[in-house]
């Protein structure tokens, strides 16, 4: 039972366009939202996250929109750069929860070419 | 500061020996994760320990599986009786517990069943 399902496991884009990547959730309950870069051997670092009472939260280049609705949430990289290639995560979590344990993704593998 | 430390970085073992993991978390960090990363999966939540409260152990996905943290900070999870499955990367992260306040993760142990 996948709670968080990223349904593209890979992106390329071209340097300076847009990169938009897809996290859809199925759990009601999740209130708060995260997104997650991962390089190899490396552990996860955070890169953004969105509150349920928002629909938006910008941070530089990176913006992140949730349509609570649609239970969807993306994120927007204006303008790529190469050293955004990484796989992403998105993360949920509910305040209901005292462990505030994130259930993640599948992660999306992006590829932002020269 | 120094980040979350996990040791060691490689773990290759004999399907049938114990194993163990370890991680420091970031100091002053009161919360502590284990996730693991299957190849090509997402994070799967496994343990979570905050201060003295008894922990979340839902994502344990056996009985060999068992964690402990000592005096608040370095945490030791335990792998009895290895399985090939169990091949993953093991990923520690710590945090302030808040649900706002993001998980910082180690680069991982990368662990290897023959």
């Known amino acids: 039972d996948q709670q968080v399902k990223q349904n593209s496991p890979s992106l390329s884009v071209q340097e300076g366009r847009i990169s938009i990547l897809n996290c859809d959730y199925t759990?009601?309950?999740?209130?708060?939202f995260l997104w997650y870069k991962k390089y190899p051997a490396e552990g996860p670092t955070f890169l953004i996250s969105i509150s349920s009472i928002k629909d938006k939260n910008e941070d530089g280049r990176f913006t992140v929109f949730l349509n609570k609705s649609a239970k969807h949430l993306s994120l927007h990289i204006v303008p790529s750069q190469p050293g955004d290639s990484a796989v992403y995560f998105c993360?949920?979590?509910?305040?209901?929860?005292?462990?505030?344990?994130?259930?993640f993704g599948s992660g999306t593998r992006l590829l932002v070419r020269p | 500061g120094a980040g979350v430390s996990q040791s060691p970085s490689n773990k290759v073992t004999e399907k049938g020996k114990d194993v163990e993991l370890r991680c420091d978390p970031i100091?002053?960090?009161?919360?502590l994760y284990w996730y693991r990363q299957s190849l090509g999966q997402g994070l799967e939540f496994l343990i979570y320990?905050?201060?003295?409260?008894?922990?979340?152990k839902s994502g344990l996905p056996s009985d060999r599986f068992s964690a402990e943290r000592t005096g608040g900070s370095v945490s030791t999870l335990t792998i009895q009786r290895t399985q090939q499955e169990d091949s993953a990367v093991y990923l520690c992260?710590?945090?302030?517990?808040?649900?706002?306040?993001?998980?910082?993760f180690g680069n991982g142990t990368r662990l290897t069943v023959t």
């Open positions: 992260a710590s945090s302030f517990s808040s649900v706002r306040s993001p998980l910082h």
């Open positions: 993360a949920a979590t509910t305040s209901m929860d005292s462990s505030y344990k994130l259930i």
């Open positions: 320990f905050q201060g003295n409260s008894a922990p979340d």
């Open positions: 100091s002053g960090h009161t919360a």
């Open positions: 759990n009601s309950m999740f209130d708060y």
